[in-house]
């Protein structure tokens, strides 16, 4: 079995969507001083690599608490998207880029790779990255997933007022994994995809140490 790392480094000063607060991690005992090291943390739940529930944008949803995981375990394929280039407005990811995916029998997750995470730590990740059309979202919705995964912020333009990617996706029962990065190192298919989030009392987001497993 081979393992992949898909998540970015949690630390301060990290990036964070914008509006939101920064992540701070402290040191608050030391090995030397205490006999033993501990940290502090304050970050959202939506900092860095992390997984979005439907209790993002649906009032009445179950909270991540609720959510068992196997919602965030199961077979995933790569979709390599890195050859959309915008035009002056931002790629859109659309039904066409996708249609291939209604061939694949047992899919669980969907990543899709735009090389986005290229910009991670740049002053250009949070402006001009792909987003997904309405018309992909319910393709993928249609398809009987637990989740899609992105090497991008959000499948909504950040300047979105009714994020409608999320809305579709979750009314479908999809999570949404964001912030991935090193998806160019998985195969195009037959790999475990692993996105477990904290179990969270309400949680409507998580940060995890997403993975994929290959076997053989």
Not at 47 to 55: C, E, N, R, W
Request: overall charge negative.
């Amino acid at each position: 079995m081979h393992v992949v790392d898909l998540s970015h480094t949690i630390e301060t000063g990290m990036p964070v969507y914008p509006g939101d607060e920064g992540t701070v991690l402290r040191r608050t005992a030391f090995v030397a001083r205490d006999g033993f090291a501990q940290t502090s943390l304050a970050m959202t739940s939506h900092a860095g690599t992390h997984v979005d529930a439907a209790a993002h944008v649906h009032v009445d949803a179950p909270g991540l608490d609720r959510l068992g995981p196997d919602n965030f375990t199961g077979w995933g394929a790569v979709v390599d998207l890195t050859t959309l280039s915008p035009d002056g407005a931002p790629a859109r990811i659309g039904h066409a880029h996708l249609a291939h995916l209604a061939d694949m029998d047992g899919l669980d997750f969907v990543l899709l790779r735009t090389g986005w995470d290229r910009f991670w730590r740049t002053g250009s990740y949070y402006s001009g990255f792909p987003t997904l059309s309405e018309t992909a979202c319910r393709f993928l919705g249609g398809l009987q997933l637990k989740g899609v995964g992105l090497d991008t912020p959000s499948p909504d333009p950040v300047d979105s007022t009714d994020l409608a990617a999320h809305h579709i996706l979750t009314d479908h029962g999809l999570v949404i994994v964001e912030n991935l990065c090193n998806l160019d190192a998985l195969p195009p298919s037959d790999f475990i995809f692993c996105c477990l989030p904290l179990r969270l009392r309400d949680g409507e987001a998580s940060p995890v140490r997403a993975v994929g497993l290959t076997l053989g």
